[in-house]
């Protein structure tokens, strides 16, 4: 699978909206956050878009638990995926993906909070906007 962009994630949550399709409040949310930038959040959600495809390249085995969960609420890490995430990131460092995407490890672990593996101490931090956009691709990549 190739890593794609933010515009396709923002593609694919407009259809979700535009169709009211099952994920429609959280894509409704993601796109507030994201391009929205209703809560200047919108580097938190393309850090997500990101990183979380990469999660489910290496470790495609959880996709279909992600997608059978709740879809109007984010998904929070717990279990073997939140120890698989923490294994998976913390040796990632520095920019991937093509260029003009602007994925970024570091700025990812500046926005998340230590219980996703980030630096970030006292209030959610991106927590909210990874956890959307991993319920969110989870069913994108199907």
């Given at each position: 699978?190739?890593l794609?962009?933010?515009?396709?994630?923002q593609?694919?949550c407009?259809?979700?909206?535009?169709?009211?399709?099952?994920?429609a409040?959280l894509?409704?949310?993601?796109m507030e956050?994201?391009p929205g930038n209703?809560?200047?959040?919108?580097g938190h959600?393309?850090?997500?878009?990101?990183?979380?495809?990469?999660?489910?390249?290496?470790?495609?085995?959880?996709?279909?638990?992600?997608q059978?969960?709740?879809?109007?609420?984010?998904?929070?890490?717990?279990?073997?995926?939140?120890?698989?995430?923490?294994?998976?990131?913390?040796?990632?460092?520095g920019?991937?993906?093509?260029?003009?995407?602007?994925y970024?490890?570091?700025?990812?672990?500046n926005?998340?909070t230590?219980?996703y593996?980030?630096?970030?101490t006292?209030?959610?931090?991106?927590?909210?906007?990874?956890e959307i956009?991993?319920?969110?691709?989870?069913s994108?990549?199907?």
């Amino acid at each position: 699978m190739a890593l794609k962009s933010r515009q396709w994630f923002q593609d694919k949550c407009h259809n979700e909206v535009r169709y009211d399709r099952s994920l429609a409040d959280l894509a409704n949310r993601a796109m507030e956050l994201g391009p929205g930038n209703v809560d200047n959040t919108t580097g938190h959600i393309l850090q997500a878009v990101g990183a979380v495809q990469e999660f489910f390249e290496a470790h495609p085995e959880h996709l279909k638990p992600v997608q059978g969960s709740d879809p109007k609420i984010p998904f929070a890490l717990q279990g073997q995926i939140l120890e698989d995430w923490l294994e998976f990131f913390a040796p990632r460092h520095g920019k991937y993906g093509r260029g003009e995407f602007g994925y970024n490890w570091d700025t990812l672990r500046n926005i998340l909070t230590r219980k996703y593996g980030g630096k970030t101490t006292g209030g959610g931090g991106g927590d909210n906007e990874f956890e959307i956009a991993f319920r969110l691709i989870a069913s994108f990549l199907d």
